[in-house]
């Protein structure tokens, strides 16, 4: 089955502590992005690769990093210097400029 | 600054109903606009709009663009209590990788 994985699904973590959600696609896709989704504010965009081994910031990139080195793999670290961490998190992929956006199934990330 | 915004935020509605959901953008170098349907986890994408005025269909749901005016409408016949999500409607440019959500239209269908 073709699609796009996001693990874990639920993520608990103490205020201070780095984390790392995973997320894979097997869609052989080139592009994949990073959302952050709060209530109320719909899907803003933290960062997004069209390559391997390159990628850019989206509008809210503070206090997170990513890093592209597989197709299939765009892992995003939220960083002690993300103020606010507390969020469900997508990921999408995209097979070329003219297409739309896969999502995964998200991550929901609670930091105590 | 490039913005899209959905109305109504929220709409709740009895089975048969009919329902307009609103999008309205303004997107330097516009190039499409996307709905998607969202039951609590991951967003599914529903249509693609890249042309004024040529309706897309799937079944009870239909949306159309209106590049003049600079909005999009999603239409859902026949209401089932299946329908409640959260409808997300995007635009993009014709540059770069960036899509530009709106917040949101959470529709509830209630038996």
């Known amino acids: 089955d073709g699609g796009i994985t996001q693990s874990p699904k639920y993520l608990f973590r103490k205020e201070g502590q780095n984390v790392t959600l995973s997320c894979e696609q097997n869609l052989n896709h080139d592009a994949m992005y990073w959302y952050r989704q709060d209530p109320g504010q719909g899907l803003r965009l933290i960062y997004y690769s069209q390559i391997v081994n390159d990628f850019q910031k989206g509008d809210i990139a503070e206090g997170y990093s990513v890093s592209r080195e597989k197709k299939e793999s765009f892992p995003l670290t939220v960083t002690s210097a993300q103020k606010n961490p507390t969020a469900f998190y997508l990921c999408?992929?995209?097979?070329?400029?003219?297409?739309?956006?896969?999502f995964g199934p998200g991550t929901r990330l609670t930091v105590l | 600054e490039d913005k899209v915004v959905q109305s109504p935020l929220s709409l709740v509605v009895h089975e048969g109903d009919t329902v307009t959901l609103n999008c309205s953008y303004e997107v330097t170098n516009f190039r499409s606009l996307l709905w998607y349907k969202q039951e609590k986890k991951a967003p599914t994408f529903l249509f693609m709009l890249t042309s004024s005025g040529i309706e897309k269909k799937s079944g009870r749901l239909s949306s159309i663009l209106d590049k003049k005016e600079l909005f999009s409408i999603l239409n859902i016949t026949a209401t089932q209590t299946g329908d409640s999500a959260v409808y997300l409607c995007a635009a993009r440019p014709n540059t770069g990788n960036q899509f530009y959500f709106g917040t949101g239209t959470s529709l509830t269908v209630i038996p």
């Open positions: 999408a992929s995209q097979a070329n400029f003219y297409n739309e956006q896969f």
